[in-house]
């Protein structure tokens, strides 16, 4: 960032209350400058504006129409989270669009009761 953006950003920090003490000094300077000052009232402009303007009117059926369109949105469901078993050898089995897809159908997964399907379905994991 080049020494002159330094030096709006921080007018512009100081007209807004945010400078930090330690930066003080350097906004103070370049204040005292043609510049500094034209970037101070434009600034200062430019929050009054924004202070000034007040929200425009609504209609009187704006909020009906809102909460009619909000009513007709459908509902999202939230999934079940998917079921995950160690297969040993610090692989995980199961996740990804299949697991999410029957999570909340299928049992839970149970290695210890079926070591070989966990096997095999590890190396399938592993392979893809």
């Known amino acids: 960032m080049d020494t002159q953006n330094k030096i709006l950003e ?5 007209s807004d209350g945010e400078l930090a003490a330690s930066d003080l000094e350097l906004a103070f300077a370049a204040l005292r400058v043609p510049e500094g000052e034209r970037a101070w ?3 200062h402009r430019i929050g009054d504006v924004l202070r000034a303007q007040a929200s425009p ?19 999202y469901k ?18 990804g669009d299949a697991a999410s897809a029957t999570a909340s159908t299928a049992a839970p997964f149970d290695a210890k009761a079926d070591t070989k399907a966990a096997a095999k379905a590890a190396k399938v994991a592993t392979s893809s």
């Open 10 to 14: 921080h007018i512009s920090a100081l």
């Open 41 to 43: 009232n434009a600034y």
């Open 78 to 95: 939230l999934r079940t989270a998917p079921a995950y078993a160690h297969a040993g050898g610090g692989v995980v089995v199961g996740g």
């Open 57 to 75: 009117d609504l209609s009187g059926e704006f909020n009906l129409r809102l909460s009619a369109s909000l009513a007709a949105e459908p509902a």
